[in-house]
């Protein structure tokens, strides 16, 4: 292979990595706005713990005031593990840039593959990038951006 090659490869692989931090950044926004999502499972859990009386029907006992705990629960579980995923993903954009943890990198690649459907596609795609040779010389490399 020709310096040619190497030097459209080197080029590639710079945009790819430019690409995945982008990415992972839009992807990490895309968890945090999902914890408002389960702050709806706060709101109802919290609304049926004061209020049990909104939600009672004719064949319930006091079953609103106690599923209430347990919604508000959910949805704090909820928002603290998407809060943490979008942290993370933002974290792992800045170790992309700075091409350093690339084992961490990595670890967050297959977390996102967890998440179907985006998440998927972004994780197969950081994991067939992470995984060239190219790549692995890369993060091996001082950089010297900190």
């Not at 319930?60 to 209430?68: I, K, T, Y």
């Not at 993370?88 to 990595?106: E, H, P, Y």
């Amino acid at each position: 292979m020709g310096p040619e090659y190497q030097n459209w490869r080197n080029k590639q692989d710079e945009e790819h990595l430019k690409l995945l931090a982008l990415f992972f950044r839009i992807y990490g926004g895309l968890c945090l706005l999902g914890t408002c999502c389960f702050s709806i499972y706060v709101f109802i859990g919290m609304t049926a713990f004061t209020n049990p009386s909104a939600f009672k029907s004719s064949h319930s006992g006091n079953d609103a005031a106690l599923m209430g705990p347990l919604f508000s629960a959910i949805g704090g579980i909820g928002m603290l593990i998407a809060a943490a995923m979008g942290i993370m993903f933002f974290v792992s954009a800045n170790w992309i840039q700075k091409r350093t943890n690339w084992a961490g990198i990595f670890a967050m690649a297959i977390v996102a593959c967890l998440n179907a459907p985006v998440g998927t596609a972004l994780g197969v795609f950081c994991l067939v990038v992470l995984n060239r040779e190219s790549i692995k010389s890369l993060f091996s490399q001082p950089t010297g951006l900190g």
